[in-house]
């Protein structure tokens, strides 16, 4: 169902829409969790620190055909608020082929040096053979990935955060009966928790597209929308290739990270792994958030109502307030019952490394909340080349602590290098947020002007 998000209370509007995004969320961590949990309780941990390893390397892929396809759907946004139908459905129908040519060149070059890179991040032996083989599936059905965020962003655009979570509960529940059959009844090991995964993801990608045409007439192309756009391909890599470049380099200082972390032994990087785990479900919220805001300040710059944009954003502050210190104190205080849920034996070396990282890391979770706020209201506006800049100091900051300390300082500073890279990254966010309201202030002031 498609909703205009331009006219009533903005922390409603935000809210309604992020709930949706909330629950799909949820349901695709847990799922996440489901494999996790599998892979560590049924295989080994050594099976688990193997997934484990390739979180890095599958944030900077993934990560950025997450970016192109999120990027590119706020200018669908804009085109919606601002009653474009005609660029609206030109501009999904040239998405599509952009997302599709972005996928099948990153598939390629991923399968090519998928062993180069484990090699040069020093991946232990003990576990590089599973590491290399469960990449090897991702990486070959990139695309199925890639449909599920494409059908997903679009009807997001449209103001239907609703459709999406119904197909993403589908593909979870099908996922953990697969990978169960997979690992259990086929004996497949990690390959088993991959081909899930594909699976899912190609079946939840399928139903979008079909929901897509049956639903939404708004964007069905008709026969003139279906030609090849130059104007429209460059805006759509404008929006779309800074954000994914931001995604990817992020995923380069959690790269490094992963590095120093893979020297320091197999129970290290299961422990990082399950705090990661943990720690990525109270983010998953807070971004979802984030994502509804974008959404309703690209449909508001579109209708040029920017004071709409600034209340929007004073009520997604107050409102992540409340769920980061409620975040804190769950992972201070349970996190590590929560993490007994993944291991297969609940070593106590292990657990003690992961209270560690919650102890240094939950009370960080604010300044994580805020690049979740900002960076997608600076991108919602308009402005994703800017929003890009703060991925940057994020990979200085994580970067210079795992290349200068974690050799040194050990696990420590490995916890330390997220919080140091979150709090960076804000320190331009802040300042970027009033300088683009205010660059739209004046270009709402300038277009009242033309038209009285």
Same mark, same amino acid.
């Given at each position: 169902?498609?909703?205009?998000? %331009?006219?009533?209370?903005?922390?409603?509007?935000?809210?309604?829409?992020?709930?949706?995004?909330?629950?799909? *969320?949820?349901?695709?961590?847990?799922?996440?969790?489901?494999?996790?949990?599998?892979?560590?309780?049924?295989?080994?941990? @050594?099976?688990?620190?193997?997934?484990?390893?390739?979180?890095?390397?599958?944030?900077?892929?993934?990560?950025?055909?997450?970016?192109?396809?999120?990027?590119?759907?706020? +200018?669908?946004?804009?085109?919606?608020?601002?009653?474009?139908?005609?660029?609206?459905?030109?501009?999904?129908?040239?998405?599509? =082929?952009?997302?599709?040519?972005?996928?099948?060149? +990153? !598939?390629?070059?991923?399968?090519?040096?998928?062993? @180069?890179?484990?090699?040069?991040?020093?991946?232990?032996?003990?576990? &590089?053979?599973? !590491?290399?083989?469960?990449?090897?599936?991702?990486?070959?059905?990139?695309?199925?990935?890639?449909?599920? *965020?494409?059908?997903?962003?679009?009807?997001?655009?449209?103001?239907?955060?609703?459709?999406?979570?119904?197909?993403?509960? &589908?593909?979870?529940?099908?996922?953990?009966? +697969? *990978?169960?059959? #997979?690992?259990?009844?086929?004996?497949?090991? =990690?390959?088993?928790?991959?081909?899930?995964?594909?699976?899912?993801?190609? =079946?939840?990608?399928?139903?979008?597209?079909?929901?897509? #045409?049956?639903?939404?007439?708004?964007?069905?192309? @008709?026969?003139?929308?279906?030609?090849?756009?130059?104007?429209?391909?460059?805006?759509?890599?404008?929006?779309?290739?800074?954000?994914?470049?931001?995604?990817?380099? !992020?995923?380069?200082?959690?790269?490094?990270?992963?590095?120093?972390?893979?020297?320091?032994?197999?129970? !290290?990087?299961?422990?990082?792994?399950?705090?990661?785990?943990?720690?990525?479900?109270?983010?998953?919220?807070?971004?979802?958030?984030?994502?509804?805001?974008? *959404?309703?300040?690209?449909?508001?710059?579109?209708?040029?109502?920017?004071?709409?944009?600034?209340?929007?954003?004073?009520?997604?502050?107050?409102?992540?307030?409340?769920? %980061?210190?409620?975040?804190?104190?769950?992972?201070?205080?349970?996190?590590?019952?929560?993490?007994?849920?993944?291991?297969?034996?609940?070593?106590?070396?292990?657990?003690? &490394?992961? @209270?560690?990282?919650?102890?240094?890391?939950?009370?960080?979770?604010?300044?994580?909340?805020?690049?979740?706020?900002?960076?997608?209201?600076?991108?919602?506006?308009?402005?994703?080349?800017?929003?890009?800049?703060?991925?940057?100091?994020?990979?200085?900051?994580?970067?210079?602590?795992?290349?200068?300390?974690?050799?040194?300082?050990?696990?420590?500073?490995?916890?330390?290098?997220?919080?140091?890279?979150?709090?960076?990254?804000?320190?331009?966010?802040?300042?970027?947020?009033?300088?683009?309201?205010?660059? +739209?202030?004046?270009?709402?002031?300038?277009?009242? %002007?033309?038209?009285?």
């Amino acid at each position: 169902m498609v909703k205009q998000m %331009t006219e009533g209370r903005p922390l409603k509007l935000i809210f309604g829409f992020s709930v949706p995004l909330i629950l799909g *969320n949820v349901i695709q961590q847990m799922y996440s969790w489901a494999d996790t949990m599998m892979v560590g309780k049924l295989i080994s941990n @050594e099976a688990l620190a193997a997934v484990g390893a390739t979180g890095a390397i599958t944030f900077l892929i993934l990560g950025f055909v997450n970016g192109v396809t999120e990027g590119s759907c706020i +200018l669908l946004a804009r085109y919606f608020g601002a009653g474009d139908n005609k660029n609206l459905r030109k501009c999904a129908v040239n998405l599509v =082929v952009v997302c599709c040519s972005v996928v099948a060149v +990153l !598939t390629a070059v991923a399968l090519r040096f998928n062993r @180069e890179i484990l090699d040069i991040m020093k991946t232990p032996d003990n576990i &590089i053979a599973d !590491t290399e083989a469960y990449l090897q599936i991702i990486y070959a059905g990139m695309f199925t990935l890639m449909l599920y *965020n494409l059908g997903a962003g679009i009807l997001r655009a449209l103001g239907d955060s609703r459709s999406p979570l119904y197909f993403l509960v &589908i593909a979870s529940i099908l996922n953990i009966v +697969l *990978n169960y059959v #997979f690992i259990v009844y086929f004996s497949m090991g =990690v390959r088993g928790a991959a081909y899930g995964t594909i699976v899912a993801q190609l =079946v939840s990608g399928i139903l979008c597209f079909v929901f897509i #045409f049956a639903k939404c007439r708004i964007i069905r192309p @008709e026969r003139p929308d279906l030609k090849l756009q130059g104007n429209l391909v460059i805006k759509i890599c404008m929006m779309g290739i800074p954000m994914a470049l931001q995604y990817s380099i !992020t995923a380069i200082g959690s790269i490094f990270l992963q590095t120093a972390i893979n020297n320091l032994g197999s129970d !290290t990087i299961a422990a990082f792994t399950v705090g990661e785990k943990v720690l990525n479900f109270s983010w998953a919220v807070l971004n979802c958030i984030g994502v509804a805001l974008a *959404n309703f300040c690209s449909q508001n710059v579109g209708a040029m109502k920017i004071d709409r944009v600034k209340s929007g954003v004073k009520a997604t502050l107050r409102m992540i307030f409340v769920l %980061t210190v409620v975040f804190a104190l769950i992972l201070l205080f349970f996190g590590k019952y929560i993490a007994m849920l993944f291991l297969e034996n609940n070593s106590e070396n292990v657990l003690e &490394i992961i @209270e560690m990282f919650f102890r240094i890391q939950a009370p960080c979770l604010f300044a994580l909340s805020m690049i979740g706020v900002f960076r997608n209201v600076i991108q919602g506006t308009g402005y994703s080349l800017q929003a890009m800049l703060a991925g940057i100091f994020e990979l200085v900051g994580r970067s210079t602590i795992a290349l200068g300390f974690v050799g040194k300082y050990g696990f420590v500073a490995a916890c330390v290098a997220s919080p140091c890279a979150w709090i960076l990254a804000d320190c331009l966010l802040i300042p970027m947020y009033f300088y683009v309201m205010r660059k +739209l202030s004046a270009k709402a002031d300038y277009e009242k %002007t033309l038209s009285a």
